[in-house]
């Protein structure tokens, strides 16, 4: 599988297919403006991506990187619900503490 057949797939899946703006079939493509966790897909996808590995195998790398992100992202979400509701549940962290 080449890295365009898998962002294929990202893209078909990916609301209006953003993420098609953020690669080309040699990688990731830089755009001044737009739609920061498409490209952040594009890039994640082609930091990974081995292009000597079985399909199969690419997949799963694939999902692995996203699936990190997702953990991030709703370890970001769930912080954010829990100060909104108990302010002083977590501390501010500021860049002198």
């Known amino acids: 599988m080449k890295y365009a057949e898998l962002m294929g797939i990202v893209d078909n899946s990916y609301p209006d297919r953003e993420t ?3 690669h080309d079939a040699d ?3 830089e755009q001044p403006y737009g739609d920061t966790l ?3 897909i594009a890039i994640e996808i082609f930091e ?3 292009a000597e590995a079985e399909s199969t195998a690419q997949l799963f790398e694939a999902e692995r990187v996203i699936e ?6 709703n ?4 912080a954010l619900a829990i100060w909104r509701t108990t302010p002083v549940a977590l501390p501010l962290l500021t860049p002198d503490s």
């Not at 990190?68 to 992202?73: S, Y």
């Not at 370890?75 to 769930?78: A, E, I, W």
């Open 27 to 29: 990688g990731p493509v």
């Open 48 to 50: 990974t991506f081995d």
């Open 38 to 40: 498409a490209e952040f």
């Open 20 to 22: 098609e703006r953020y």
């Open 75 to 78: 370890d970001v979400l769930t």
């Open 68 to 73: 990190n992100a997702v953990r991030d992202l």
